[in-house]
C-alpha cells in the first residue's frame, strides 16, 4: 500500500505521520470527537479489505485516525475487527483511544453521576479493563472470570499522572473543550439535574416487568452535588457483549470486582493494540436506562481525550520507514509488562 498522503491549507501529510487512533462505537461518539479537531484533514484512501472509514484531523499537536463502527454493529468482535483495520491502514499509530459512552455502576464507594468520565486504570492485579462474560460457571450458581486483557500503555499512564498531579489545573478541566463541542454541537449540551435518575432497589428476576415504575420500584433523583461539572473517575471498566439493565446484576459484579461503568468493546481490542477506554457516563445499567444523556456523555468522554493528548509527548521523526512508532510501542509495551503478559500459546488452559 503506498503511503497516500492527505491535505488542509495547502499541506499534505503522509499516512506515516498519523500516531493517534481513535475508536467510536456510535456516530454521536464520534461526531463528538470531531467537533474537538483542531484541524480537520482530507480523506485516504485504504488499505485492500480494510472496510473501516477514516476521519483524519489534528487534536493537542497529535495527528489523529477516527473511526466508528459499521451501523448496527456492536460488541467485542466488530470492535476487534475494526481495531485491527485500523492499524493495518495506518500502521504508525502509537495507541488507540476508545472514546464514548458507557453505563455507570455507582455505589457508597464511587458517587459516579450521569455525564461523569471513567478512564480505564489497573486496580490491584486487574488490568483495567476485565472482560465480565468470559469465564466459567461453577456451583452453587457462581462465575469465575478467566483470561487475560493487556494493561493500558504506559505512555498513557504516565501522562494520567502529569494530569492527575498538575496543581494548576482548572476546576472545570473539561469546560473548555465542552464549550467547544457545544458551540457547533448545541444539542450535546448537558441535561438538567432533575433528569439524573437512578432505580433505588434491585430487580426480581422472575417478574415478567422490568420497568422500575410499573413495578412500584422508585426511581429516585440523585442529590445534587455542589457543581454540575462532570467528575473524572480512574479504575476498573467491565466489558462484554451484553446489555445491562438489571440494577441486582450489576451491584453484584460491583461488589465482586470493583469496576466503575460497564460498556460493550474495550475487550475486543486491549490486546489488538496499546489502548485506554475513556466513557461519559449515560445511564446506571438499570431498567431506567435511556437515551437522554448519551449525548453529553459523548461530549465529556471526547473532551477527557483531548485534555488527556494535550499532555502526551508527541514523536521525533514520525516518518522514519526504519520502525515504525506502532512497532515500536508494541515492542515496549510487552516489555515493561512481560511479568504480567502471557502469550495465548503459553497460558494455561482452564
Known amino acids: ?44 484512501e485504504t488499505a485492500l479489505g480494510d472496510s473501516n472509514q477514516y476521519v483524519l484531523g489534528k487534536m493537542a499537536q497529535h495527528m489523529v485516525v477516527a473511526a466508528c463502527l459499521p451501523a448496527g454493529e456492536y460488541g467485542t468482535n466488530s470492535a476487534a475487527a475494526a481495531a485491527s483495520n485500523m492499524v ?84 472545570d478541566p473539561l469546560g473548555l473543550y465542552l464549550g467547544e463541542i457545544t458551540t457547533l454541537l448545541p444539542e450535546y449540551g448537558r441535561p438538567g439535574r432533575e433528569l439524573d435518575m437512578v432505580c433505588r432497589q434491585p430487580f426480581v428476576e422472575s417478574s415478567p416487568q422490568r420497568d422500575c415504575s410499573a413495578r412500584d420500584i422508585p426511581v429516585q433523583q440523585r442529590v445534587p452535588r455542589a457543581t454540575d ?43 489488538t493494540f496499546p489502548c485506554l477506554v475513556i466513557r461519559g457516563i449515560c445511564d446506571y445499567c438499570d431498567a431506567d436506562k435511556n437515551d437522554t444523556w448519551q449525548k453529553y456523555a459523548a461530549a465529556t468522554a471526547a473532551a477527557y481525550a483531548k485534555l488527556l493528548l494535550g499532555v502526551v509527548a508527541g514523536t521525533a521523526g514520525s516518518g522514519d520507514t526504519r520502525e515504525s512508532p506502532w512497532e515500536g510501542s508494541m515492542r515496549s509495551h510487552r516489555r515493561y509488562e512481560e511479568d504480567d503478559y502471557e502469550p495465548p500459546s503459553k497460558r494455561r488452559k482452564t
Open 1 to 44: 500500500m503506498s503511503d497516500s498522503a492527505s491535505s488542509v491549507n495547502g499541506q499534505t501529510y503522509a499516512r506515516s505521520q498519523y500516531t493517534v487512533g481513535i475508536l467510536c462505537a456510535l456516530p454521536k461518539e464520534l461526531m463528538a470527537v470531531r467537533a474537538l479537531f483542531d484541524h480537520k484533514h482530507g480523506s485516504l
Open 88 to 171: 493495518h491502514s495506518f500502521s504508525s499509530i502509537r495507541f488507540c483511544l476508545l472514546v464514548g459512552i458507557g453505563g455507570g455502576a455507582p455505589s457508597e464507594k464511587n458517587d459516579i453521576r450521569l455525564g461523569d468520565v471513567v478512564v480505564s486504570l489497573p486496580a490491584g492485579t486487574s488490568p483495567g479493563v476485565i472482560q465480565y462474560d468470559l469465564g466459567k460457571e461453577k456451583e452453587g450458581n457462581s462465575f469465575e472470570l478467566t483470561g487475560t486483557l493487556q494493561r493500558p500503555p504506559r505512555v498513557l499512564t504516565t501522562a494520567i499522572s502529569t494530569l492527575r498531579s498538575d496543581p494548576d489545573m482548572r476546576s
Open 229 to 271: 461539572q462532570p467528575a473524572i473517575h480512574y479504575g476498573l471498566v467491565a466489558s462484554g457483549n451484553r446489555v445491562i439493565k438489571d440494577a441486582a446484576y450489576r451491584d453484584q459484579l460491583v461488589r465482586q470486582h470493583g469496576m466503575l461503568c460497564f460498556e460493550m468493546e474495550a475487550a475486543g481490542v486491549v490486546n
